[in-house]
């Protein structure tokens, strides 16, 4: 097939602006459904609003694949200063904090490095500790979780987090490390406050208070939701492409930007090309596959598991791309997991015109379902964007009640949706011969993954 690449992609573009459904999708997602934390009823609902899409866009296989999330529940909550038991305390649990009931000296151990913990190690054991979850300036960068693990050698028994932007906001954060097995482990219960709260508790812990950490919580199985859809290629058929986001959230979150953003681009990609198909007989060369994971938010069970049930028989993909928190600023190009695509991918970017560019992530990066994939020996990445250079500070309010529509700019999902649709397409015309052979090896990827824990993931 010979695409007249000028035609194809001034009409994807001009579609993706002009006749949109993006602004639909991403309301209906978060005000008509609204928190879709995986597991619950609602997000059930968006998994069957997704299909019911797919399948009016005119996808093949179009469905829902079921499977079980180790689920986790908080039913109450509460930071108590002893003496001070009237006050109200902005209080949120970490995700898949375990219960704890626990009253102990509070003390304030500032980024909790080892020069401010020397001091103070005689208060340590059996205290409840105030921590700053971000990097201390200037030192050498030490995860959260990586400084909570060596408290708990310390005895301490539970942490409080203060998040670091003003107005009284907290937001749920999963502090396991999710290269580790069990991605759920934390070293102690941990619950977050707000900044003018932890400015208070670390007030008070100058003077000697003693605090009482309060959760319950429990964990469960429940079942989850995978979405599926395709687009068949007309000439390499059996040749694949993978466009993925998940489309849960948090417990409390109606999920704007993290990550209704992401899976109306994807459906907006699959309308796309689907029509361009249909419409003007401008198939992909190879076939697109598009999926939207639920659970993400709870260590990436639904990629994990899409993984899982995929590709043990089905051939690897020659690329995925993953979609996340597209609302935080405009697209700059891609960033892969891998390196061996780098050239094929700029030269299809240089292509289009737009000025992207392809980059190479240093380490493994296991914030996102691309992970998953990335552990297979599949090549994969995701787009260079906000959490590289200049994100849009009203959108940052991800894994609370203020992820809203209002902080989304569906201009900026329009312009998404092209683009990715042109990305699909282009590189689905690459002639095979043309693709560098996978020579990924799992082994020595699980080995990298193994010897970078703890490490800071670099992102510029």
Not at 118 to 124: D, N
Not at 158 to 182: E, K
Not at 275 to 287: A, D, N, V, W, Y
């Amino acid at each position: 097939m010979v695409v007249e690449w000028l035609s194809a992609e001034r009409w994807l573009m001009g579609s993706a602006s002009v006749d949109s459904l993006a602004g639909k999708h991403i309301n209906t997602l978060c005000d008509t459904i609204g928190v879709r934390w995986g597991g619950s009823e609602n997000e059930r609902r968006a998994a069957e609003y997704i299909r019911g899409q797919f399948e009016e866009f005119g996808l093949v296989n179009s469905g829902i694949e079921d499977f079980d999330v180790d689920t986790w529940e908080s039913t109450a909550s509460s930071i108590t200063i002893q003496g001070e038991e009237d006050r109200s305390i902005d209080v949120r649990p970490s995700l898949f904090c375990p219960p704890v009931d626990v009253t102990a000296p509070l003390i304030d151990v500032g980024f909790g490095m080892q020069h401010e913990l020397e001091p103070l190690l005689s208060k340590l054991n059996g205290a409840v500790v105030l921590i700053a979850g971000a990097y201390e300036p200037f030192s050498p960068p030490e995860t959260l979780t990586f400084r909570l693990e060596h408290l708990a050698t310390l005895g301490v028994v539970a942490a409080i987090t203060p998040y670091a932007a003003g107005g009284h906001r907290t937001a749920h954060a999963h502090l396991g490390d999710w290269r580790d097995a069990d991605p759920h482990k934390t070293a102690m219960p941990i619950v977050h406050t707000s900044r003018e709260d932890g400015a208070l508790l670390g007030r008070r812990a100058a003077n000697g208070a003693t605090v009482t950490v309060r959760v319950e919580s429990s964990r469960f199985p429940k079942p989850s939701t995978n979405v599926v859809g395709e687009i068949r290629g007309d000439v390499w058929p059996d040749e694949w492409i993978v466009l993925t986001s998940h489309h849960d959230t948090t417990v409390d979150s109606p999920g704007a930007n993290d990550n209704a953003s992401g899976t109306t681009v994807v459906m907006e990609a699959a309308r796309l090309l689907a029509r361009l198909k249909k419409e003007h007989g401008i198939s992909p060369g190879r076939s697109i596959r598009f999926v939207t994971f639920g659970s993400e938010e709870q260590a990436l069970q639904g990629s994990t598991r899409y993984v899982e049930r995929h590709y043990g028989d089905e051939p690897l993909p020659r690329l995925l791309i993953n979609l996340d928190e597209l609302a935080k600023g405009s697209m700059k190009g891609v960033a892969l997991q891998f390196p061996e695509l780098r050239p094929l991918i700029q030269r299809e970017l240089d292509a289009m015109g737009e000025g992207l560019k392809c980059h190479v992530m240093a380490d493994m990066d296991s914030s996102g379902d691309m992970y998953p994939f990335a552990l297979k020996g599949i090549p994969s990445g995701m787009l260079w964007r906000w959490r590289f250079v200049g994100g849009h500070p009203d959108a940052a309010f991800g894994h609370s009640a203020n992820d809203t529509v209002d902080k989304v700019r569906i201009r900026e999902l329009k312009e998404y949706s092209g683009f990715l649709s042109r990305i699909l397409l282009r590189t689905s015309h690459v002639m095979p011969e043309d693709w560098p052979e996978n020579k990924l090896d799992v082994a020595e990827i699980k080995a990298k993954t193994a010897s970078e824990r703890g490490s800071v993931v670099r992102t510029m």
